[in-house]
């Protein structure tokens, strides 16, 4: 059992950056896919930013050019780096890692086997 846990979220104006990282109890690199997911409210939860076991990334159309989702194998750290944020990235923002090997960075959730708490990200305008 992966346990994950996320910090870095908060309140910022609409231009902003945060990082929000992701520490993992067990060492995930090498075998998982480890992504972002969000959810803002009265919306369904969408991928973010996915890395795979071999280091390919993906993100969605939304975020593209704006956040930078990276890992650190020696600290079992998942990053996401967002800059230009904009009011619509407004959401909780997940965690969450395959417990199979994942050599695709894939977006479906169902796939992701362990997920952290959350983190709240609010920007505003």
């Known amino acids: 059992q992966v346990q994950l846990v996320e910090s870095g979220g908060g309140s910022v104006q609409a231009g902003g950056s945060l990082r929000l990282s992701c520490t993992a109890s067990d060492n995930t690199a090498g075998t998982s896919c480890m992504a972002w997911f969000r959810q803002a409210p009265g919306k369904e939860r969408e991928g973010v930013a996915v890395?795979?076991?071999?280091?390919?990334?993906r993100y969605a159309d939304s975020v593209k050019g704006r956040f930078t989702i990276s890992q650190d194998n020696a600290e079992n750290t998942l990053y996401l780096q967002m800059n230009s944020l904009k009011p619509e990235d407004t959401a909780m923002y997940y965690c969450a890692a395959t417990a199979a090997r994942c050599y695709t960075p894939i977006w479906t959730s169902a796939l992701y086997t362990f997920w952290g708490l959350g983190t709240q990200v609010t920007v505003s305008s």
């Open positions: 890395i795979s076991a071999d280091r390919r990334t």
